[in-house]
């Protein structure tokens, strides 16, 4: 799938900072309330690519440490990619690619990218409820999980090595548009670490706000 082209003239320029302006103010709620289990961060000058990690604690792939890039579209379904080639039935092993058409949740341009890192984060705990949904990017992971669990994550451990391994070499890497990783350092993290801990602690005891609904895009391309 082609990123969309929205020709030129006022209507086109209108249509993409419509785009721009929802996935900023889709951005901001997640940087307000956060989807467990990811970081985000804006591509450098381009508000329809989002950086990111995810981490998973349970399942089949519990200790991984992923990074991703989420590629947006106005009306059509986001494209999600992880750095490295990642071993799960949703997985491209060529690409990298999260085919996220094979996922449950329904995508329209007003549909939220939370709902979406949710189901996201689901097949990664549970990967043997998504094989009912195939067809799959990766057939042979889908046979693996159904029929040898213990060899499965065998192959997922091995992954989640070379993902990590990935990432040390690229600590102290110039990366402006890219999630970086480093050594603790005690006098500058700790600080941070309490504030986070104390902001957390604060949006546990706050009401729950009700979730943002976004306005449907009104230009036409």
Known sequence: ???????????AMLTLLSQQYRMLAEFGDLCRDPCDGFFLAL???DATR?????TVIDGMYAGGL????LQHFLEARPRMFFSLPLFHQLVDPRSGEFNLDLLPTTWNATSHVRTLLR????????????????PHSNASAALLCLNNEAEYRARVLNDISIH???MEEEEGKS????VAFGPWIPELHEKVLKQMLETSERSKEAPASPEITLPPDRCSS
């Open 1 to 11: 799938m082609a990123k969309p082209t929205f020709g030129s003239g006022p209507t």
């Open 175 to 178: 990366d402006s548009s890219g």
């Open 164 to 166: 990590y391994q990935s």
């Open 119 to 134: 189901s996201v984060k689901e097949a990664f705990h549970d990967p043997a409820g998504v094989i009912s949904n195939g």
């Open 50 to 54: 989002w950086l990111g990690v995810m």
């Open 66 to 69: 992923f990074k991703f890039q």
């Open 43 to 45: 591509a450098e000058e």
